[in-house]
């Protein structure tokens, strides 16, 4: 069974840069979402990115922030994360999906989730 393991959180600076990264077990030709969660919070979608990588998706909350890329060789998706806002504080979690369009609101349509790795952004 595909896994995916989640890795790059850690503490960061407001207006500083982390990137995440995804690792798959096994070759994947599936779209990959990033999602997170925030304590007392529900589930949100990140950005998502297509099977090829030629489409990518962004919630408006981190637009012109954030950008999703893949290395399918290595099996990896990556999210580049910079310009952090201490409410970008959340475990961040990835997870594979038939497709992208409207991930937002069709995550449990998304299935493998890794671990998640924590992402704290703080002064």
């Known amino acids: 069974q595909l896994q995916l393991v989640e890795s790059g959180g850690g503490l960061a600076q407001p207006g500083g840069s982390l990137r995440l990264s995804c690792a798959a077990s096994g070759f994947t030709r599936d779209a990959i979402g990033w999602f997170r969660q925030a304590p007392g919070k529900e589930r949100e979608g990140v950005s998502c990115?297509?099977?090829?990588?030629?489409?990518?998706y962004y919630a408006d909350s981190v637009k012109g922030r954030f950008t999703i890329s893949r290395d399918n060789a290595k099996s990896t998706v990556y999210l580049q994360m910079n310009s952090l806002k201490p409410e970008d504080t959340a475990v961040y979690y990835c997870?594979?999906?038939?497709?992208?369009?409207?991930?937002?609101?069709?995550?449990?349509?998304?299935?493998?989730w890794g671990q998640g790795t924590q992402v704290t952004v703080s002064s």
């Open positions: 990115i297509s099977r090829s990588g030629s489409s990518t």
């Open positions: 997870a594979r999906g038939s497709y992208c369009s409207g991930y937002e609101s069709r995550i449990s349509s998304f299935t493998s």
